[in-house]
Every structure is written in C-alpha cells, then in structure tokens.
Nanobody, 125 residues
C-alpha cells in the first residue's frame, strides 16, 4: 500500500528546532520531487519547501528562507525538513507530498500526485 508517513512534529518553544521526516512505502521517492506543505487553522495550505528528484534544485517559501533546510536520502527513501529558529507563525499541520514535476510547479501550484497524512508542529511558549 502506497504511503507517505510524516514524523518529527511536536511542541517546541519559539527559537527551537525540529526535524520532520517523510518516509515512503510502496513508492520510490527517488522517482519524484518531494515537498513539504503546511496548513494552519483558517489558512490555505502553502508550499513550504520542495526538492527535486536528484536534490539539486530546491524551493523555499520566503517566510522560511534561512531557517528551514530540505534534504533527501534516497538510499533511506526518506526526505527531511530541518526547521530552525521556529516562530509561532510556523504552527501548522505539515504534510509531505510527491510529484512528477518541477519544484516550482509543485510548491507554488501544489501540483501533487500523492499526499501524506500530516504531522502537527506547534510553536508556543
């Protein structure tokens, strides 16, 4: 059964860090661009960061540039999102997704082939 399973979310204080992981089963992540999206209550889902199949191209939404880093380990069939200097406005449900598309098209237009179930990130003191 095809699955994307996110992990690593939780409650963290402002300024703290979390690392999200997206592990795939019945799907080879190496064949896809992979992205992280988030949706806060009352807001639309937005593309946070996306990475190309080979990992050479990345996209970050302006609000996380310099704080978040996306990476992939194709041998482990896993993609990561390292989130540093977290802010309360980063609080959201974070989703992993895959697409046979460019990172720009994937992250900006949310053109996605398959979604994970999400992991909650809460930044609060």
């Amino acid at each position: 059964q095809l699955q994307l399973v996110e992990s690593g979310g939780g409650l963290v204080q402002p300024g703290g860090s979390l690392r999200l992981s997206c592990a795939a089963s019945a799907l080879t992540l190496e064949s896809y661009a992979v992205g992280w999206f988030r949706q806060a209550p009352g807001k639309e889902r937005e593309g946070v960061s996306c990475i190309s199949r080979g990992g050479f191209n990345t996209y970050y939404v302006n609000s996380v540039k310099g704080r978040f880093t996306i990476s992939r380990d194709n041998a482990k069939n896993t993609v990561y999102l390292q989130m540093n200097t977290l802010k309360p406005e980063d609080t959201a449900l974070y989703y992993c997704a895959v697409a046979r598309n460019t990172v720009q098209a994937m992250c900006v237009s949310a053109t996605v082939d398959f979604w994970g179930q999400g992991t909650q990130v809460t930044v609060s003191s």
